[in-house]
């Protein structure tokens, strides 16, 4: 059941909703899915909290792929439903340098991603 209602996501275009960059630098930039995701690329959105025990492995798996064959060649965007705090220091923990780090700052569809994560499982 989790996995049919996950591949009715694969291959389909996200909606739009807006978005907080998190550089490494410190810079914050904020902008929406469809600007950041404008190059035409495809795209690995990949949502996770700081207190999740399986998202460290599964942000590990992604940034394996966004540094071998697919660099340059899809967008890899790792997206933290619980603001920005702790999210550098996630990607700093787990080695994560090549995916792009973000934040959503609306608890309302954060916490609605959150729920339909916890519906495919």
Not at 51 to 75: L, M, Q, V, Y
Not at 90 to 112: N, P, S, T, V, Y
Request: glycine fraction near 6%; charge should be negative; proline fraction near 3%.
């Amino acid at each position: 059941m989790a996995l049919a209602a996950a591949n009715q996501l694969i291959g389909k275009k996200a909606p739009d909703f807006p978005i907080t960059v998190l550089k490494a630098d410190g810079a914050v930039e904020t902008t929406t899915l469809r600007e950041l995701t404008s190059n035409g690329l495809p795209t690995v959105l990949d949502f996770f909290t700081t207190w999740c025990a399986a998202c460290p492995a599964a942000a590990k798996k992604i940034e394996a792929i966004a540094s071998g064959s697919h660099a340059g060649r899809s967008n890899f965007i790792l997206v933290s439903l619980e603001g920005e705090d702790g999210v550098l220091e996630f990607a700093k923990a787990h080695g994560i340098e090549r995916c792009l780090m973000a934040a959503i700052q609306d608890d309302d569809l954060a916490a609605a991603i959150l729920a339909a994560c916890v519906a495919i499982r």
